[in-house]
């Protein structure tokens, strides 16, 4: 603004204000600020690093062997990766999974209509919503059950299927939450419109979460 137009390259504009003694003092302000804040940033990521080793309670839908979509492979991954990185990590899953991964421990909850989303053929989506509104809340019952005897640090919902049971252990333990969304309900519809109740649960999941990952 003070250089009075746009300037595509950090060059050009630093070039200008050379000419300009008020842009150049306040640009090298800037830069020194900038540059002391990325070092304070640094040393306090490096701090948390040593000195935090979070409990991590991760809330999964879908997860090796029955994957439909990447959602199930992407939190196999990332429990991988964590699990490397030294990470506590407690993972809740609908069913019982034949994964075994060290370091992580991996609690069934036993929801007794979710594999019935998981047959081979293709369905109608009305019945999709019958059954897993059902067994959303069902999850969302048992994790809170099982939870009990729990310790940790962060909770770290996968979409909105899980999202119910996270609010609701967020509201119990006051802990931050993370909720990691692999597809939003807006995506799923297409254009063509939104299941009211599932858009809601997006909704209060996100504006409640400490963190959002898209």
């Known amino acids: 603004k003070l250089l009075k137009r746009p300037y595509n390259t950090t060059y050009y504009a630093v070039k200008k204000a050379r000419a300009d003694p008020l842009a150049m003092s306040l640009l090298e302000e800037l830069l020194k600020k900038s540059t002391e804040e990325g070092r304070e940033e640094k040393k306090g990521v490096a701090q948390a690093t040593t000195l935090i080793n979070p409990r991590v309670l991760m809330l999964a839908w879908e ?27 407690t993972l809740l899953v609908p069913y019982e999974t034949n994964v075994k991964l060290s370091g ?10 979710v594999l019935s989303s998981y047959r081979p053929t293709q369905f109608p989506s009305h019945e999709i919503y019958h059954d897993v509104f059902k ?20 909770i770290h919902a996968h979409d909105w299927l899980t999202f119910k049971a996270a609010l609701e252990l967020k509201h119990c333990y006051h802990k931050p939450l993370v909720v990691h969304l692999h597809s939003t309900e807006l995506d799923r519809g297409g254009g063509l419109g939104v299941n009211p109740l599932v858009y809601e649960i997006e909704q209060q999941s996100m504006l409640r979460a400490e963190r959002v990952i898209a």
């Open 63 to 89: 997860f090796p062997p029955y994957c439909v979509g990447g959602m199930g492979k992407v939190c196999y991954e990332l429990v991988k990766a964590l699990s490397r990185l030294g990470i506590n990590l």
């Open 104 to 113: 992580v421990r991996i609690i069934p909850l036993h929801v007794t209509r």
């Open 135 to 154: 067994a959303v809340e069902e999850y969302a019952k048992k994790a809170l059950e099982v939870v009990r005897g729990l310790d940790f640090d962060v």
